[in-house]
């Protein structure tokens, strides 16, 4: 069994060399194929002084390229840290800089975007871009390789790095519930569990043809990727335009599984769904949020002979609950039980069990818990803390994840989410840390008070609201602050909408009482729909 991350394509080439592995568009890369690509690159990353635990980022759409990065920075032993393709300068920067990223890899209009902000990247030393010929951007002070100069850097007869398990192989970057975005910390044990977990639960073989929607810099996304290659099966790359385009491939491509999040499942089930797709189709998931069950509903009768797994997870732990299909009528509200190799405790703040239905912190111990988070032992020690019940003989602590989120269990061992410690937003699967937001908008000068928060939402599982208190109330232009948060904020961010208040509720220790507001404006948003 494969225990490094890049040993899951070397141990499928072995045995599926001459079948599909990555499809993108019109081309398709078997095993064998992608293998000689991860291969030639891997060399040139050791060409390039690509150091063990170095830190290289990927900042490209899903092509073929993104998936031999992340395998050939793995391989070469550097660690991966896929940035989003949605997200914009300010933020790819800041993620550059707080892993201490040396190596970025791209392409030409991605670096044409960022070329102004990576003059205050003083760690980063090349950039890579996967387009050939002269970049268009203004000078700037890295070493710049085309993709074919890249390559011919790579030394065939150069030694593989040594690694084991517990190393480093990649950072995840998610949002906090205040502050700028955490680096998770994700060893080659924590990504190969979980594919081993997830390929277990959802009986996932060579035969399986996997659509990879979502961005691998979500690890629900990254498992797509890692689930295929560890059992030899094929996975489709698409980042679409359009819901309908993910339709066409279901069907063209013949999929067999599909991942995704409440707002696209919201979009999907209102398309018409050609009947073929129920032929092949073989399961569905969804995780990022809560599933509406009349999207559920829907979805499920266009494909009446799918399987649909509704699942629980965090970046901090991957993932930690699944309801399994023949559950789904008896208990929609329910995230399920635990995944494979992995123990889901409910606790009291004392560390104590909860009893059945007694509300408690779900708090997850296992193989898939993170190392923590990048340069920040005091955030870590919020979230990374001492599993609970632990033998007292026992000289080494066992760290467990404590997520935050509150949910209570049966009698049988189910288990019901109840919702959340912090000020997190939960919108389009992303979790979005208010202080981010309002950023933005106190550094555009035009309000004395801001705070973000979350509305519930069917779709989106909720809505950015931003609440302000203006400079100039009189002159205060709603439109003005939301184009500076279209042009600093990725999208998935940006305010639906803002409302301006004379002065925002302030809780006994005068803080911004965002509990009220949420409450205010909940009801707001609820008379104007009924």
């Given amino acids: 069994m494969p225990i490094l991350l890049h040993q899951l394509l070397a141990e499928s080439a072995d045995h599926a060399r001459h079948c599909p592995a990555i499809i993108h568009k019109k081309n398709t890369w078997t095993y064998g194929e992608l293998t000689e690509h991860v291969q030639q690159q891997t ?3 050791l060409g390039i002084h690509l150091k063990p635990q170095q830190r290289a ?28 393709p949605v997200l914009k300068a300010p933020q790819v920067t800041y993620i550059l800089n707080d892993c201490n990223v040396q190596i970025l890899i791209t392409s030409k209009s991605r670096l044409q975007s960022l070329a102004s902000a990576l003059e205050n990247c003083p760690d980063l030393h090349t950039i890579i871009m996967v387009d050939d010929g002269p970049s268009q951007c203004q000078p700037i002070a890295q070493t710049v390789l085309g993709w074919q100069e890249f390559l011919a850097l790579a030394h065939p007869h150069t030694l593989m790095p040594t690694a084991i398990d517990t190393d ?22 924590n990504l190969v569990a979980g594919a081993q977990s997830v390929s277990e639960y959802l009986a996932i073989t060579t035969t399986d043809r996997l659509l990879a929607v979502l961005p691998f810099s979500f690890d629900y996304g990254l498992n797509q990727l890692t689930a295929s290659l560890l059992q030899g099966a094929c996975c489709v790359l698409l980042d679409y335009l359009l819901p309908r385009d993910v339709i066409k491939v279901l069907e063209n491509q013949h999929i067999t599984g599909l991942a995704a999040v409440p707002p696209l ?15 092949h189709l073989r399961y569905m998931t969804n995780s990022g949020g809560k599933m509406p069950k009349s999207i559920l509903t829907a979805i499920r009768q266009k494909v009446p002979d799918s399987q649909f797994f509704l699942m629980y997870g965090l970046t901090e732990a ?9 559950q789904i009528d008896a208990r929609p509200d329910s995230i399920g039980k635990a995944i494979p190799n992995a123990d889901i405790l409910v606790v009291r703040e004392d560390g104590s069990l909860c009893a059945p239905h007694e509300p408690g912190e779900l708090v997850h111990r296992g193989s898939l818990v993170a190392m923590g988070y990048w340069n920040d032992p005091e955030k870590t020690a919020e979230r990374f803390k001492p599993a609970p019940n632990q033998l007292a003989a026992l000289p080494l602590t066992e760290i467990a994840v404590w ?24 919108t389009s699967g992303y979790r979005v840390s208010p202080t981010e937001i309002e950023e933005v908008v106190y550094a555009s000068g035009l309000v004395k008070e801001a705070a973000a928060i979350g509305i519930e939402h069917d779709s989106l599982g909720q809505s950015v ?33 803002i409302e301006a208040l004379p002065i925002l509720p302030k809780n006994p220790n005068g803080k911004i009482d965002r509990k009220a507001l949420a409450q205010q404006f909940a009801d707001i948003f609820k008379k104007n729909h009924d």
Wanted: glycine letters at 6%; one cysteine or more; charged letters at 15%.
């Fill in 265 to 279: 499942w919201a979009q999907l089930a209102t398309l018409e769904w050609p009947a073929s797709i129920n032929g």
């Fill in 168 to 189: 480093m192989a990649a950072i995840l970057y998610t949002s906090g519930s205040t502050g700028k975005p955490k680096g998770v910390v994700l060893s080659h044990r």
């Fill in 465 to 497: 609201l931003v609440v302000v208190s203006p400079e100039d109330s009189a002159n205060f232009q709603e439109h003005a602050l939301l184009a500076i948060c279209k042009a600093q904020l990725p999208n998935f961010m940006v305010p639906a909408k």
């Fill in 403 to 426: 997520s935050g989120d509150t949910v209570t269990r049966d009698e049988e061992g189910y288990l019901y989410f109840v919702g959340r410690k912090d000020d997190m937003i939960k």
């Fill in 43 to 45: 060399q040139a990353l």
């Fill in 57 to 84: 980022a990927v900042y490209l759409p899903k092509q073929l390229e993104t998936v031999t990065s992340l395998l050939a920075i793995s391989q070469a032993g550097g660690v991966f840290v896929p940035v989003n």
């Fill in 318 to 326: 991957f993932r930690s609950t699944y309801l399994p299909p023949d």
